[in-house]
T-cell receptor, first 114, second 109 residues
Framework: DGGITQSPKYLFRKEGQNVTLSCEQN?????MYWYRQDPGQGLRLIYY???????QKGDIAEGYSVSREKKESFPLTVTSAQKNPTAFYLC?????????????FGQGTRLTVV | GQSLEQPSEVTAVEGAIVQINCTYQ??????LSWYQQHDGGAPTFLSY????GLEETGRFSSFLSRSDSYGYLLLQELQMKDSASYFC??????????FGSGTRLLVRP
């Protein structure tokens, strides 16, 4: 079955540690996105990528980093520079290009800093 | 800057019709989409409007007016399972996919 997979579902991190969230898709989509969602809030764009080996900052990129070495994979690293990392992180993919706003989401990773 | 405005919360009765509005301001515009998200879950795509007018998909319809930078999602024959958050989203000229802050719909018996 085609889809987008995020792992792990729950993640606990100690303050000062970096942590990497996985996102893999087998939909053959060019575009991939990372969003952060805080309780009762909307989705805020962290990073996005329209093609392999290229990505752009979203609205809240500070304290995060990404890579896009393969079409299928778009991992997100939450660095120690992110001051308030506890949140629900959602990865999405789409065909890409102008005009296509049908995105498919993974089930999310809930990150908690302890 | 870019922004999307939606009401924060809407309440309606089972079987009724509800409209959720969205106004947007973006640099370039490539369509308005709507997503549904149940508590604890991931957003799922509902509909997309690239051109002005009404798009109908079962009980859900979505409308767009590009001249007014405005759209809405219409939910008919409301069911309890429709209680969820609904987000509008736009694609802009830099290929970002930007979401609104969401509207929490509560359907009462």
């Amino acid at each position: 079955d085609g889809g987008i997979t995020q792992s792990p579902k729950y993640l606990f991190r100690k303050e000062g540690q970096n942590v990497t969230l996985s996102c893999e898709q087998n939909l053959n989509h060019d575009a991939m996105y990372w969003y952060r969602q805080d309780p009762g809030q909307g989705l805020r764009l962290i990073y996005y990528s329209q093609i392999v080996n290229d990505f752009q900052k979203g609205d809240i990129a500070e304290g995060y980093s990404v890579s896009r070495e393969k079409k299928e994979s778009f991992p997100l690293t939450v660095t120690s520079a992110q001051k308030n990392p506890t949140a629900f992180y959602l990865c999405a993919s789409s065909i890409g290009g102008a005009g296509n706003t049908e995105a498919f989401f993974g089930q999310g990773t809930r990150l908690t800093v302890v | 800057g870019q922004s999307l405005e939606q009401p924060s919360e809407v309440t309606a009765v089972e079987g009724a019709i509800v409209q959720i509005n969205c106004t947007y301001q973006t640099s370039g515009f490539y369509g308005l989409s709507w997503y549904q998200q149940h508590d604890g879950g991931a957003p799922t795509f509902l509909s997309y409007n690239a051109l002005d007018g009404l798009e109908e998909t079962g009980r859900f319809s979505s409308f767009l007016s590009r001249s007014d930078s405005y759209g809405y999602l219409l939910l008919q024959e409301l069911q309890m399972k429709d209680s969820a958050s609904y987000f509008c989203a736009v694609g802009d000229s830099s290929y970002k996919l930007i979401f609104g802050s969401g509207t929490r719909l509560l359907v009462r018996p």
